[in-house]
């Protein structure tokens, strides 16, 4: 803690000395057009869109669903990207990342046609659903995703990585106090997406 609070005081005198010695002339760096902001976000559109495998998902180690392994978030990449990309078309319409050409709509199909019993690649496909069109298909996955996130909700408003198989039942117990942040987060953001799509929780 002595050596901690000595860096502090080090790192405080530093930054200090750093914003005196930069010259009274500076002024403030010349704002960033809109024209390189989109620019920049569609070079980020199309790297992404670059590393899909098959045209479908963008997992590193497909793996099969439901070994105790599937906690490495199976579908959890594929639907973090995906997220990412639909968000983007909320406001520019790139047509790489139209829903009904590739790689999108074999993401998105790869999406409703899996599922992973763990907090992270639930709430992520339950996020990129919600940004769907309300099609039954995509209704029929929220409301596993909305099971999903109500049962394995710990009696303390908690989440842990999974839930829903005797492996996760072994390996993270819903008792009161066991549960982890991160997942607590991401298991609300879950819920608030199925929330958004109009499914009741």
Request: charge should be positive; aromatic fraction near 10%; glycine fraction near 6%.
């Amino acid at each position: 803690m002595k050596n901690l609070s000595v860096k502090s005081r080090l790192g405080a005198v530093l930054a200090a000395a750093l914003a005196l010695s930069v010259p009274a002339t500076v002024q403030a760096q010349t704002p960033v057009s809109s024209a390189k902001v989109v620019a920049a976000i569609t070079r980020g559109v199309n790297y992404l869109l670059s590393q899909c495998k098959a045209k479908t998902y963008w997992e590193q180690n497909l793996i099969v669903p439901g070994k105790p392994e599937a906690t490495s978030q199976f579908l959890g990449e594929t639907a973090l990207i995906t997220e990412s990309l639909l968000d983007v078309g909320q406001s520019l319409k790139l047509p790489q990342i139209d829903t009904s050409v590739q790689p999108m709509k074999g993401a998105i199909n790869f999406l409703v046609t899996h599922d992973n019993k763990t907090t992270y690649a639930t709430s992520f496909q339950a996020n990129v659903l919600a940004l769907l069109p309300q099609r039954r298909k995509y209704q029929a996955i929220l409301r596993w995703d909305a099971r999903f996130l109500v049962h394995s909700m710990h009696t303390d408003g908690g989440y842990h990585y999974a839930w829903g198989t005797a492996d996760y039942a072994k390996y993270f117990p819903n008792v009161p106090g066991d549960w982890d942040n991160s997942n607590t987060q991401y298991g609300v953001l879950g819920a608030w997406a199925v929330e958004h799509a109009g499914l009741s929780l």
